[in-house]
């Protein structure tokens, strides 16, 4: 199965990255934010800029907990359509998390 | 990561991005090299394939019904994940498509900029560097340029050593210049001077001839013009294309420069001060 992850902050502002592309999740020094970093071309660049960043805004002191549930739908979920934020539909992979924090890049 | 079960590199997407051919200008892209997904718009998305240029991709943008972007890109998903070899993303011609929502509408694919390469932190290289193509440098530019001595009896400056400089070191040497072309460009320096019968010569290829003037100067202060003191020695081309330094009488002492500049063809532009010694004369031949 390949999986991907879904981001979603309106119906003109989404994306979905297979799960592969993922290279690291961040906690913040408040653990209040996930950032998820992917490797793959960002915003109107070439070559070396192949960090794209979604932010996530979570419950204070549970981000940890957002991470873990990103790991385990990636290693063992049954769905190939993970949906990690859809601030659209107000659906998230974990009920701490509250918001994508800003708009996603556009890929160009 | 990806499943082992899931083999993406023998299937495919389809695309195509002409209303009125079933196959011109059609892409196939394998599905393992599809990097993401992208609504950039309601009703636009934007999948994103690696493509064979260094660091680059290739955008593929299929517009659909406004809205329903979400629903489109699970189409996609689900669609890698069932047992089709071969998925159509868009036909414009046919009108198929995995995704629901497509309307039969504009199907767009833009190839990266081939070769295109962009760094957006610093570059070491510890090794040379070929620039085969034209070089911009918006910050300005700083660093040693390249030398050559000129310690053997004989040495010709390639096309690839222009902007560099060239050093006299006193000893007997005869410089050919590379077929003269626009844009090249040669300072030659004197770090010794000369004397007797090792003379630094400067010679052109032989269709090649040398125009332009040369500050003639003797050591110490010249208060007016004089064979002894200081003179300007100007060829304007008609035959000359050899500029001859003794060290004494024709200059070449050391702190004298020359520089030669590509003019167009068969014209080099010469300009430099020349330090001697004695009744100066002139240089070229």
């Known amino acids: 199965m390949e999986k991907f992850l879904f981001y979603g902050k309106s119906t003109s502002d989404m994306v979905c990255i297979p799960a592969h592309r993922m290279v690291e999740m961040l906690i913040d020094n408040n653990s209040d934010k996930v ?25 204070i002191n549970k981000a940890k907990q957002v991470v873990d549930t990103i790991m385990n739908n990636i290693s063992t979920g049954k769905d190939a359509f993970i949906v990690v934020a859809d601030d659209v539909n107000k659906q998230y992979i974990d009920d701490n998390i509250t918001a994508i924090t800003s708009g996603l890049d556009d890929i160009a | 990561m990806i499943d082992t079960n899931t083999n993406l590199s023998n299937r495919f997407f389809y695309v195509n991005q002409s209303p009125t051919s079933a196959s011109d200008s059609a892409r196939t892209f394998p599905m393992s090299r599809l990097i993401a997904m992208n609504m950039i718009g309601d009703g636009d998305l934007r999948m994103s394939f690696d493509d064979s240029g260094a660091g680059d991709h290739t955008i593929v943008q299929i517009l659909m019904t406004s809205g329903k972007g979400k629903e489109a890109i699970k189409d996609i998903v689900d669609a890698i994940n069932s047992n089709q070899k071969i998925v159509v ?41 070929t620039f085969n193509g034209a070089a911009t440098f918006n910050a300005g530019i700083q660093g040693k340029r390249r030398t050559q001595h000129l310690d053997q009896g004989t040495a010709a400056p390639t096309v690839g050593q222009s902007g560099s400089i060239l050093v006299f070191d006193g000893d007997e040497c005869t410089v050919t210049l590379p077929a003269c072309a626009i844009g090249l460009e040669y300072t030659f320096l004197f770090r010794e001077s000369h004397s007797g019968s090792d003379l630094a010569i400067i010679t052109t290829a032989p269709a090649d001839k040398l125009f332009g003037s040369l500050i003639r100067a003797v050591d110490g202060l010249s208060a007016s013009f004089a064979d ?32 030669v500049t590509g003019l167009t063809a068969n014209k080099w532009q010469v300009h430099g001060e020349l330090i001697g010694s004695g009744n100066q004369i002139t240089v070229f031949s």
């Open chain 1, 35 to 59: 950032t998820v970093h992917h490797r793959m071309y960002n915003n109107s660049t070439v070559g070396s800029d192949m960090q794209y960043v979604a932010d996530l805004t979570v419950n």
């Open chain 2, 228 to 259: 002894d003191g200081t003179q300007v020695d100007t060829t304007t081309g008609t035959d000359d294309n050899t500029m001859t330094m003794n060290g004494t009488t024709k200059g070449g002492i050391v702190g004298s420069r020359i520089q």
């Open chain 2, 89 to 129: 993303l868009a036909d414009e011609f046919t009108g198929e498509s995995i995704i629901n929502d497509y309307e039969g509408g504009s199907v767009t694919v833009s190839s990266g900029s081939i070769g295109a390469f962009a760094l957006n932190g610093n570059l070491s290289v510890a090794g040379s560097s």
